[in-house]
């Protein structure tokens, strides 16, 4: 056990010695705050050294990101992430993140690069670096087919499930329609709560509601686009502008082979159906048109 003393009087010597560790912590704290200023990604030359690129997806967001009954990480996003994987000659190492934590695991390092379905907004562009789109998207309402919401006036004294880090979320935290906002962290969670009727509608991207409901009998989606149109596009770290580039290059580079169409048909075709034009969602080049 350690001995506690207890002095009356501080000699000379301890004052000494106290200043002298003062000084060296000040001078350890310096080196600490430098070491933590350098940029926390990774380039482009350091990731094909490394032999992996880490990537932010999904992993409960069916059709875009998610994991099969195999453990498989599956989905549009993840399509598009084994592309370029391939294209630097390098492994993928995924890391499942949920919609909050998609701008801190790309400001940190955490991961070098975010392909979550992540929908650009100024607000996360002042944080990350968004590369070219690859796809559009707006918001989307699914309600039971027995209790439809079709506008937002439908909303009022009605509970509204969202995910939180959402589009969705902020668009009806600044918009007020009346609803209860019951909020959740994991898209999984947020969907069973519909399911078990502890809401009375879900709003997320467009995208994923008409697929959900395609895969769920006895829901609707019965505001099909509200808001803004917006565009998903992948992310990096701010100012790694030799990833940034690769990437950019590359998505402009699949064009000539309409790699994304390739990509809805494999991915995407089955949750959306026949009623689905591919050329209403994909971005090819990135051009938005």
């Not at 379905?117 to 944080?127: G, I, M, P, S, W």
Request: proline share 2%; with cysteine; hydrophobic share 40%.
């Amino acid at each position: 056990m350690k001995k506690k003393f207890h002095f009356k009087k501080v000699t000379a010597l301890l004052l000494t010695a106290v200043a002298t560790v003062g000084i060296l912590a000040g001078c350890g704290s310096t080196t600490k705050k430098s070491s933590s200023s350098k940029a926390a990604y990774r380039t482009v030359d350091e990731i094909k050294k490394d032999g992996t690129l880490k990537v932010g997806v999904f992993s409960d967001k069916a059709p875009f990101g998610y994991v099969d009954d195999q453990g498989k990480y599956q989905g549009y996003d993840v399509y598009f992430a084994e592309r370029i994987a391939k294209d630097l000659g390098v492994k993928i190492e995924y890391t499942a993140v949920d919609p909050a934590s998609r701008v801190d695991y790309v400001a940190t390092g955490k991961v070098d690069l975010m392909l979550a379905n992540f929908t650009v907004t100024d607000e996360r562009a002042e944080k990350v670096d968004f590369a070219l789109p690859y796809m559009k998207v707006s918001l989307g309402v699914v309600s039971p087919s027995s209790a439809p919401i079709k506008s937002e006036a439908d909303l009022k004294g009605k509970t509204l499930i969202l995910a939180k880090g959402t589009t969705a979320e902020t668009y009806f935290t600044k918009n007020d329609t009346g609803a209860n906002l019951e909020k959740y962290d994991q898209y999984a969670d947020a969907y069973n709560a519909l399911l078990d009727g502890r809401g009375d509608a879900f709003s997320t991207d467009n995208t994923e509601v008409i697929a959900w409901a395609n895969q769920n009998k006895g829901f609707t989606v019965g505001i099909t686009s509200l808001g803004d149109v917006d565009t998903i596009a992948p992310a990096v770290a701010k100012g790694n502008k030799t990833l940034l580039d690769w990437i950019n290059k590359e998505i402009t580079s699949l064009a000539d082979e309409q790699f994304f169409h390739a990509d809805y048909d494999a991915t995407l075709k089955d949750f959306y159906g026949a009623d689905i034009n591919p050329d209403d969602l994909v971005v090819e080049g990135g051009k938005v048109e």
